[in-house]
């Protein structure tokens, strides 16, 4: 930090107090609830980078987990317009989608019931709700519009225990169901990865949706060791990661890949059934004209 101080913020410093003196009071309050005020001070009121490590690592921490709050507000729409184009679910597995959903209601619950900042679990309401709508297209789109109906009453029965009534879950069941959301977030990306396998494509899952997901579970694995204790939360990023690596490296693979898998080539099912007529065999010494055939013949030049 101390290089980054002298040889970028030092110059700059002309430049940059005359737009900290014209922030709005209001944005002050709001970086001041984020790090506290002496690193408020330290930062932005003195634009020392180096003076104090720890309020530099809480605030890039904090940066982090807002960008990826407010990312995750559009991380599946890519996913969600792909399929409503496409009207394919082809290459999606519900059961990931399942999986996830399940897995971000126990952490958004547990976040809440916690009171852990909103910036190290918001994402999980706005990425839980657009998995929702991913999960009904790509049953509705597989023709099971019942089970696409089932699987709301499934989320909505879910949302009522976990958040809505919390009288139906104490404190030790949800500490073990956050436990399990750990193990379900890993679950989630292994049918998802069978599916890409299984199909030798990606069909119309989204690469945006990928990519974006690895960043977010590699960034996630840095702010929850900056501003949360709590292992069972850091193992399940730490295995998330690992696993969007994987889908990472499979949509590399695939890149090329058509869109929809191949349908297998049929034979004819006539044996004379040929698109190109067949050559008509010429007659040797024997003089004989061949058999008409029903097609008109072709006419042969010689050299």
């Not at 690592?57 to 399929?83: D, E, Y």
């Not at 897995?103 to 839980?128: C, D, K, M, W």
């Not at 879950?169 to 193990?183: E, K, N, P, V």
């Amino acid at each position: 930090m101390d290089a980054i101080q002298k040889t970028i913020v030092d110059p700059l410093q002309p430049f940059l107090r005359p737009i900290v003196s014209s922030v709005p009071q209001p944005v002050h309050d709001a970086i001041v609830s984020l790090i506290g005020s002496s690193c408020h001070n330290t930062l932005l009121l003195n634009l020392d980078l180096a003076q104090d490590p720890a309020c530099t690592s809480l605030a890039i921490s904090k940066a982090l987990g807002i960008a990826i709050v407010g990312a995750s507000g559009i991380v599946k729409v890519p996913q969600i317009l792909k399929l409503i184009r496409s009207g394919s679910s082809a290459g999606v597995s519900f059961v990931s989608y399942a999986l996830e959903t399940a897995s971000l209601l126990i952490t958004l619950s547990y976040g809440v019931r916690n009171q852990f900042p909103f910036s190290t679990y918001g994402e999980s309401a706005f990425i839980a709700a657009q998995d929702v709508l991913v999960g009904v297209l790509v049953l509705t789109y597989a023709g099971k519009s019942a089970a696409a109906a089932a699987f709301l009453a499934v989320v909505a029965a879910s949302v009522y225990a976990l958040l809505v009534d919390t009288t139906l879950i104490d404190a030790q069941s949800m500490a073990y169901l956050q436990a399990g959301a750990g193990a379900l977030g890993v679950a989630s990306k292994v049918p998802q990865i069978l599916t890409i396998w299984q199909v030798g494509g990606t069909g119309q899952l989204s690469a945006f949706a990928v990519f974006n997901y690895l960043a977010g579970s590699l960034t996630r694995i840095f702010t929850t060791l900056q501003e949360v204790d709590d292992k069972l939360i850091l193992y399940g990023f730490l295995a998330g990661f690992t696993l969007n690596l994987v889908l990472a490296a499979q949509m590399l693979y695939y890149w090329n890949s058509p869109s929809q898998p191949k349908k297998a080539v049929q034979t004819p099912k006539f044996k004379y059934a040929v698109s190109a007529p067949e050559a008509t065999p010429v007659a040797r010494s024997s003089g004989a004209s061949p058999k008409p055939s029903g097609r008109t013949p072709t006419t042969r030049r010689r050299g």
